[in-house]
């Protein structure tokens, strides 16, 4: 079992930055993939980023492209989503997710990909 506990939402106006971490405390034998999700009010939840294991692979939803970052630290077993020039149809709770990954270089961009998710962090960007 994979705990995930994700931190760093809030307020912020458009235009602002927020940074999420994504921290898995306790023992994490494997090699994970992961990836970032949000659920904005009254809607499904939807792909951001996802990063591989050996953190050499992301990839983005086009929305978020050259805005969002997605990085991981396996020493500190903590993912990190940089978020620059947030608008507000960013607002949204933001959620990571993990699965075991069969390649160091595989990333996941389906919600059924994924095996672990965190309690979600909101995020609220005014206009």
């Known amino acids: 079992q994979v705990q995930l506990v994700e931190s760093g939402g809030g307020l912020v106006q458009a235009g602002g930055s927020l940074r999420l971490s994504c921290a898995a405390p306790?023992?994490?034998?494997?090699?994970?993939?992961m990836g970032w999700f949000r659920q904005a009010p009254g809607k499904e939840r939807e792909f951001v980023a996802a990063i591989s294991w050996s953190g050499g692979s992301t990839y983005y939803e086009d929305s978020v492209k050259g805005r969002f970052t997605i990085t991981r630290d396996n020493a500190q077993n903590t993912v990190y989503l940089q978020m620059n020039s947030l608008k507000p149809d960013d607002t949204a709770v933001y959620y990571c997710?993990?699965?075991?990954?069969?390649?160091?270089?595989?990333?996941?961009?389906?919600?059924?990909?994924?095996?672990?998710w965190g309690q979600g962090t909101k995020v609220t960007v005014s206009s």
């Open positions: 997710a993990a699965r075991l990954a069969y390649y160091s270089g595989d990333y996941y961009v389906g919600l059924k990909d994924y095996t672990y």
């Open positions: 306790g023992r994490t034998d494997g090699n994970y993939a």
